[in-house]
Every structure is written in structure tokens, then in C-alpha cells.
Nanobody
Framework: QVQLVESGGGFVQAGGSLRLSCAAS????????MGWFRQAPGKERDFVAS????????VYADSVKGRFTISRDSAKNTVYLQMNSLRPEDTAVYYC????????????WGQGTQVTVSS
């Protein structure tokens, strides 16, 4: 019922920037909070950033604070992740996900978009 499509990944040199987008669509769904996660091969999936849909309250992982900015366009059901000062350790597949209510889980996930940062 909910489809999430990430885009904007690619190859970038260390110190460069990328902006990821995630568009949500479906006949019936609700968004309390939308988040970005990332996963490198052989590693666990890690939280990156999130934003509440109604108020725009943001949360960031310590590893990206000051470098990444999450934002949303509620009218378009789209969340963005502006990534600046990229580092090789940021290389991963980036996923967006939806939490439908407070205290709930991120139950809806996109297919991911690859971000590769070279040194």
C-alpha cells in the first residue's frame, strides 16, 4: 500500500555533496516520522536522520551532525537528505523509511540508493 522510492545517489569525491530524495505514494498511508538509514556490505543498518511530518522536528546520528540536513515537503510526500562534506565512511546504500505513529516501528522501507564516496 505504501511505496517509497529513493533517488539521488551516486559517486562523489571526499568533501563533495549529494542530495537524496525519497517520495512516498500509496492509496492509504500516514506519516508520523520519516527517516534515513544506511547500510554498508557486511555491516548492520544504521540510523542517519529523521524528521517528524507535522512539526519538522529532526534527529541526527552523531556521525552526521553538522554535515547532513534532513528536510521534507509535506505537499509532495517527499523527504530529502542533503549530504555535505562527504567522507569515504559515508559509503553505503541509503534507505528511507516511514514510522506511522509515535512509539511505532519503521515499517515501510524503500529499495535504497547507493552512495559511494572516494578518497
Amino acid at each position: 500500500q505504501v511505496q517509497l522510492v529513493e533517488s539521488g545517489g551516486g559517486f562523489v569525491q571526499a568533501g563533495g555533496s549529494l542530495r537524496l530524495s525519497c517520495a512516498a505514494s500509496g492509496r492509504t498511508f500516514s506519516i508520523y516520522r520519516m527517516g534515513w538509514f544506511r547500510q554498508a556490505p557486511g555491516k548492520e543498518r544504521d540510523f542517519v536522520a529523521s524528521i517528524t511530518w507535522s512539526s519538522g522536528v529532526t534527529v541526527y546520528a552523531d556521525s552526521v551532525k553538522g554535515r547532513f540536513t534532513i528536510s521534507r515537503d509535506s505537499a509532495k510526500n517527499t523527504v530529502y537528505l542533503q549530504m555535505n562534506s562527504l567522507r569515504p565512511e559515508d559509503t553505503a546504500v541509503y534507505y528511507c523509511a516511514i514510522r506511522s505513529q509515535p512509539g511505532g516501528q519503521y515499517g515501510h522501507w524503500g529499495q535504497g540508493t547507493q552512495v559511494t564516496v572516494s578518497s
